[in-house]
């Protein structure tokens, strides 16, 4: 129930990221929350990879997929200082998972 839950929550997105990819524009949106969603997905997918866990595996692994939607939204679309933001979150997002 919760993977089937968690899945929903990054699925409820998509109209929204739909509508800024038909306007080519992100407006004043806040972009952090794609970076955030990305970083977070990688650590509990790679953590669910450490332990063997199916179930933090199948919860996780599509919100890497979606995250990186959000981010190249993101990067297309953005603002300079929103792309900027998008790209030194993704690098540390990235980068703790890697040395952790």
């Known amino acids: 129930l919760g993977t089937l839950l968690t899945n929903a929550m990054f699925a409820a997105g998509i109209p929204t990221i739909q509508s800024l990819r038909e306007h080519k524009s992100l407006g004043s949106l806040n972009v952090i929350p794609f970076a955030m969603l990305f970083g977070n997905c990688l650590s509990w997918t790679s953590y669910s990879l450490y332990v063997s866990n199916p179930y933090i595996f199948m919860s996780s692994a599509p919100g890497i997929l979606f995250g990186l939607y959000l981010f190249s939204t993101g990067i297309q679309y953005g603002s ?6 998008l790209e030194i979150l993704i690098y540390f997002s990235t980068t703790l998972v890697l040395i952790s």
């Open 80 to 85: 300079p200082l929103q792309r900027k933001q």
